[in-house]
């Protein structure tokens, strides 16, 4: 990617964006069509969570969009289980908004704390939640300061014993390898939608992101405290990935 870190959109310009898209993400297979193996990263990382916290009592969807990750997790709860008290955050209002009523209605029992705005602004409690879901959102992080800082602030979210679970792009270590990765998701995108649509979805992540490699956040993941961490899938672009607090 070419575009200079301080030249990306600004948050303010990721919301307005997001905004005017909450149909599109209410639905996987529109809210994700530019995602390879979306819905298979969303069931792993539903499932690993669940390995990790059979039973938790609080979850965080970082960037919950309009709830597709909670959603699939209260639904994947074992029989039995008593609904967890749900936390979702965004930076979009209508998003926000959206996510609240389907989770309602999915978990009526369910204690439901809407947080609007930006993770890295938010006062959220400190050793409180059993998972964290960060879906499509930690590419929007810039610096490596912003990244440390972030990942720290979500490690100490955690309860010990409590895991990170993440599905995103990414790029490759290797400029060659990036090239190649990259070049295999454009075939992705046109064979979709066409080279327009190709071209457009590529516009966009230049404009608006900045991710990083696998395995620059797993070992930042270790840096900040993590001490297991696995990679559940990686295809191209995308990468399904988490680690947990020790106990």
């Not at 590419?139 to 599905?167: C, M, N």
């Amino acid at each position: 990617m070419k575009t200079p870190l301080n030249e990306k959109s600004s948050t303010e310009d990721i919301r307005q964006r997001f905004d005017s898209d909450v149909e599109r993400f209410s639905n996987l297979d529109t809210g994700q069509a530019s995602t390879i193996d979306a819905p298979l990263s969303m069931e792993l990382i539903t499932q690993a969570a669940l390995a990790a916290s059979p039973s938790p009592s609080r979850i965080l969807d970082l960037g919950c969009g309009a709830g597709n990750n909670t959603l699939k997790l209260l639904q994947s709860l074992p029989a039995g289980n008593q609904a967890p008290a749900c936390d979702l955050l965004d930076l979009s209002a209508p998003m926000l908004e959206r996510a609240r009523e389907r989770v309602t209605a999915e978990s009526p029992a369910s204690e439901l704390t809407t947080w609007h705005g930006d993770l890295r602004e938010q006062d959220l409690p400190e050793n409180s939640y059993d998972i964290i879901i960060a879906a499509a959102v930690l590419h929007h992080l810039r610096e490596d300061d912003d990244w440390t800082r972030t990942f720290q602030k979500i490690y100490a979210l955690l309860k010990p014993g409590g895991s990170l679970w993440v599905s995103d792009l990414v790029t490759q270590e290797h400029p060659a390898i990036h090239e190649l990765m990259w070049s295999r998701y454009g075939d992705y995108l046109e064979d979709h939608g066409g080279p327009e649509y190709r071209d457009s979805v590529f516009a966009y992540i230049e404009k608006e992101d900045s991710p990083r490699p696998v395995t620059y956040q797993l070992d930042l993941m270790r840096q900040v405290g993590f001490t297991q961490v696995d990679i559940l899938h990686k295809n191209s672009t995308f990468a399904a990935y988490g680690g947990i607090k020790p106990t």
